[in-house]
């Protein structure tokens, strides 16, 4: 599994992928309600999508592992793994705003090594061949490089929902709220990507599985970022998450939350 | 000035507008600190898109009036006036975000006849030419239309930032949001435009500006919508509005609000 075989399949993948979604974005969908309790919306773009990558990893390494959000697990103890979310940010999707995205990673032995976000609306294609990150939108390629802003008080971020924050965890990422410059809603795996990017300076979310954020890890820390849950733990089976353009952001994001929640 | 002239002409705008706006888009830009109480980027492609767009008017139509955020307005008393906010969404656009929109409206008589919201890094233009509304994505064009939701309590709402609500207006808009099925936030002028093409059902914002709802309000009320104030009264002057789909959940968001707010 070298860096460019990783790469072309990962983007194979994303055109199978959005042969499936496109259609059906911003179209009359079925909109189940998954949970009892809320409102989780999971569409037949979902389902389908899944399909068609799992689908063709399995015709293309077979004795591969694979892990998605909507069917059940196949050899999760591969020493390599493929974790799919096809449509990260179904409420997104449903509402018709484009910050959705489908999220590819690959596991090796447990660790994230590779991985895309793709936002087949707008043309994006973020994604790690394990070396580094890239972000394709048409013909135009471009390598990714987090942004070099050492102080949290002049920093950006971005979040998906205030709203995701339970009562004990409300404290600690307000903290970091009224720090930054600026922070901004709305944003599902949008955000991460433009981390990456360099675009923005940090995501702070919580109770993410570890489909939400496997892809996501790769493509921020292969552009120089650092992904962690809240204690500065690894990030790879989900929890509560800080992604950080350098290690200075992070230690600061997470020295705020800590002293926030004592 | 009819449709077929109308509609010609806000296009030849966009083209103008995005020729300032797209190259600065993600780059490297400069932010000045518009209000020194708070963060209110404006960025040289705010300025450089006004300018462009208001010369492309003014050789055009010198009689007509011009109004814009970052300079002074034109004879403002004229039949026909252009209301501009080349980027609404600044802070959207400083993140990387595809939620800002280039706005321009045409008032006749100080009323609402056409407009646009153009977002061209998605390629998408919504617009009104004063008879129906129209998305256009590269070649493709579709002919917009509300929702046929009738029932609050199945709507989804969109908004840019439940922060933006003073204290009197907490709990007016909360009652909304907790009717709502799905409220999204970080949606700036694409929230409206996504009422207009029925994928959602409802905005509610306050303290708007004319400029930041000018352009919006005849492509949502030509696509079958209704946009007022908080009270039912003419949104054409900016303050808190209510934008909906339709006449029915138009009525209960106003009744909601009031019930509220007493």
């Known amino acids: 599994m070298n860096a460019s075989k990783i790469e072309s399949f990962l983007h194979h993948l994303c055109e ?19 949970l009892a309790s809320g409102f989780d919306p999971v569409t037949e773009a979902d ?37 799919i ?42 994604y790690s061949n394990g070396k580094k990150s890239y972000l394709t939108k048409g013909d135009d390629k471009r390598e990714l490089s987090t942004s070099d802003t050492t102080d949290l008080t002049t920093a950006i971020m971005l979040t998906t929902d205030p709203r995701i924050f339970s009562q004990d965890l409300k404290d600690g990422y307000q903290a970091v709220e009224n720090k930054c ?9 949008y955000g991460y990507a433009l981390v990456a990017s360099g ?26 970022g650092i992904v962690t849950d809240w204690q500065g733990k690894s990030a790879s089976g989900g929890g509560n998450i800080v992604a950080a ?8 994001i997470l020295q705020t939350i800590a002293e926030a929640s004592n």
């Open 199 to 224: 675009q923005v300076d940090l995501v702070v979310e919580a109770g993410l599985n570890n489909f939400d954020i496997a892809a996501l890890i790769p493509i921020i820390e292969c552009a120089g």
């Open 47 to 83: 389902k389908q999508a899944e399909l068609a990558i799992r689908r063709e990893i399995a015709d293309t390494f077979p004795d591969h592992g694979i892990l998605g959000e909507e069917f059940d697990d196949i050899n999760p103890d591969a020493e390599f793994c493929w974790i």
């Open 245 to 252: 353009a350098n290690r200075k952001i992070h230690e600061q």
């Open 85 to 126: 979310d096809p449509i990260d940010g179904t409420r997104s999707f449903v509402c018709g705003l484009p910050t959705w995205g489908t999220l590819i990673a690959l596991y090796q032995n447990g660790k994230p090594l590779a991985g895309v976000m793709d936002q087949p609306f707008t043309g994006e294609r973020y």
């Open 181 to 189: 410059l600026l922070t901004r809603y709305g944003t599902d795996c």
């Open 16 to 34: 199978v992928s959005s042969q499936q979604t496109i259609p059906r974005f911003r179209a009359s969908i079925g909109v189940d309600n998954k």
